[in-house]
C-alpha cells in the first residue's frame, strides 16, 4: 500500500516506522523545515545541544518511548540527570522532588493534613480504576479526600495553572490519577537534545525507505468517488494513496478533511485545548544560586507564569557554550492576551519577577531572547471525557487520525505521542 503520514512528530514518525516495517511504502508531509513537532528545538552556533522550544524531558516509566528509542538502538544516548524541583510556599521555594520532601512541605502543617495527602497520593498511585475517577472533577473529589487545605495548598494551584479559571473545576480526576500514578521523579532527556532525537529518528526512517517532504503542507484530503484511493492537496501539487493518517491538531484535521461525517466534525470542534506560550533566555550567569531545575509557582503568589526551568542546572551550560538557559512559561486559554503581545512586552512583563528568583538578576544577564507559542498544548479533559475522545479509525474508510487529545487519560508527552502513532499504524495494518 502507498500511505500517507500527515505531521512529522513524535505520532507521525512512529506510525511511519511500523508501516514500513511491515513493507509498505510510506510518505510523510510535513509543512515545517523540520520534524520533531511540539518537542522540536533549536540550536545556535557554538552550542553542542539544541534546545526546546517547549521544555521536555522523559520519565522512567515512559516505556513506549524508551522502548522505540532501544528499537533504533539509541539507549546509549538516553540520560537521567538528577534535577531539582521545588515549589513557592509564603515568599520561599521549598523542594519537592520525591515522596518524602513532598510530605515535609511546610505548607501542608502537620498531623491530619500530612496523613491525607500520603495516603490519598499512595491511592492513587496504586489503583487502576481511572473510569471510576473521571466521573468527578478534580476539585471535588479532592476537597472530599484530602480537605479544603490540602487541596488548595497542593493540587489547586497546579490544576489553575494548567488550565486557567475557566476550566479548572470542569478537569475530571482522571487527568490528575494519570498524571500521579505514572510519572517519577527521574527525568531523562537525549544526548544532544530532542530534536537531535528527532533527525536521527528521520534518519533512520529515511534509511529504511521512507520519504520526509519537508515544507510541504496538505491543505485537503478528499476521498476519490468511485476508489479506494485518496486525493492529497500539497503545496506542490495532488498526490494519491491509499491510507492516510492525519496525526495534527484536531481543528487541523477538521478543516483539512471537510468530506468527514458531520457528527465526527462536531466531535472534533468539541474537544478544548490550553495554549502555551514559553519564553528561553540565554543568559551570562546561573539564576539560580540553589542550582533548582523546575519551580513550580501558584497564580495566586502573583508571578506573570506558571513555571520557570533552569534547563542548564539539569544539563551541563558545557553544552551551551557555557550559556545558562532559563525557560519562562505559561498554559493559557487561546486567546488570551499573551498570544497578541510582540517577544519585547512580553519579556518586559516577566523580567522583574526574576529578581525573586536571584536578588542579582540583571537584565545586562541577558544574551538572547527567543519566544515560541501554540494554540494547542494542554487538551481539557472534563468529566466523562472518555466519551468524547474521537476514534483512531475515522468513519471515512482508509482515513485515520491520531493526536494528543487521544492519548486519554494520559496527559499529553511525547510518550504517549508514540503509543497512539504506534496504535494507530496497528489499526490500519489489521485491516487492509
Known sequence: MRIAIIGAGYSGMSAAWDLRKAGHDVIVYESADYVGGLASGFKEPGWKWSVEKFYHHWFASDQHMLGLIQELGLSDKVIFPRPYTVMYHDGKFFP?????????????????????????????????????LEKYTVDEWMRKWTGDK?????????????????????????????????????????EGGFQAFADQFAGKLREAGVEIRLSTPVSNIQKVVGSDEFQLTTSTGIEMADKVL????????????????????????????????????????????????????????GFPF??????????SPENFGGEHIVYIGDYLEP????????????LERFLPSLKKFNPDFEPAWINKVWMYRTAYAQPVATVNH???????????????????????PWDRGTNFAVEIGRKAASLMLRKR
Not at 458531520?262 to 519564553?279: C, I, N, P, Q
Not at 486567546?335 to 512580553?346: A, G, L, N, P, W
Not at 472518555?386 to 492519548?407: H, K, R, W
Open 306 to 315: 506558571l513555571a520557570l526551568v533552569e534547563h542548564t542546572n539539569y544539563v
Open 150 to 190: 490540602v487541596y488548595e495548598m497542593m493540587w489547586e494551584p497546579l490544576v489553575i495553572g494548567k488550565f486557567g479559571v475557566n476550566y479548572y473545576k470542569q478537569v475530571n480526576m482522571a487527568w490528575m490519577w494519570a498524571r500521579l500514578h505514572a510519572r517519577t521523579t527521574r527525568l531523562g532527556t537525549f
Open 335 to 346: 486567546d488570551h492576551e499573551y498570544f497578541q503581545m510582540s517577544q519585547s512586552e512580553i
Open 96 to 132: 519537592l522532588d520525591s515522596v518524602i520532601k513532598a510530605i515535609l512541605f511546610p505548607g501542608l502543617g502537620w498531623g491530619l493534613n500530612k496523613i491525607r495527602f500520603g495516603l490519598v497520593g499512595l491511592y492513587l498511585r496504586l489503583t487502576t480504576n481511572w473510569r471510576e
Open 386 to 408: 472518555s466519551q468524547n475522545i474521537p476514534s483512531i479509525e475515522t468513519p471515512v474508510d482508509g482515513l485515520y487520525f491520531a493526536s494528543m487529545s487521544q492519548v486519554y
Open 246 to 301: 492525519v496525526t495534527l491538531a484536531p481543528a487541523a484535521m477538521a478543516s483539512m478533511v471537510p468530506c468527514l461525517p458531520a457528527e465526527y466534525l462536531e466531535g472534533l470542534s468539541k474537544l478544548k485545548s490550553m495554549g502555551a506560550v514559553v519564553l528561553t533566555l540565554s543568559l551570562k550567569h546561573q539564576l539560580s544560586r540553589e542550582g533548582y531545575y523546575w519551580y513550580s509557582i501558584p497564580k495566586s503568589a
